[in-house]
């Protein structure tokens, strides 16, 4: 059963920028798909990015803003994110799944295995 952690959540102003981590108990080679949702209060978890293999996908919302990134050498998961805005204020989850991706959309229906969540908080 694999295990992954996330950290580097924590608060900024609108227009700063946070590096989340993600570090899994095993290979990251293991996962063909990597991503990272969020959830903010009182709305359902939405896709943020994914890797399906070496393929990025970006929700409309963080295009340009946010980047996701693999080491494998490492097992960790990646996201930058820069020029923050309060609507980004959420808990981030990292997923993962031994196979490829499902479908063209970030969907949670791709994923086995999940973090506990850091939060994100952006303060305007």
């Known amino acids: 059963q694999a295990q992954l952690v996330e950290s580097g959540g924590g608060s900024v102003q609108a227009g700063g920028s946070l590096r989340l981590s993600c570090v899994a108990s095993?290979?990251?080679?293991?996962?063909?798909?990597m991503g990272w949702f969020r959830q903010a209060p009182g709305k359902e978890r939405e896709g943020v990015a994914r890797i399906n293999k070496e393929v990025t996908d970006y929700a409309d919302s963080v295009k340009g803003r946010f980047t996701i990134s693999k080491d494998n050498a490492k097992n960790t998961l990646y996201l930058e994110m820069i020029s923050l805005k309060p609507e980004d204020t959420a808990m981030y989850y990292c997923?993962?799944?031994?196979?490829?991706?499902?479908?063209?959309?970030?969907?949670?229906?791709?994923?086995?295995?999940w973090g506990p969540g850091t939060q994100v908080t952006v303060s305007s």
């Open positions: 997923a993962a799944a031994r196979g490829y991706c499902l479908g063209r959309q970030i969907s949670q229906s791709s994923y086995t295995y």
């Open positions: 095993e290979y990251t080679s293991n996962f063909g798909c």
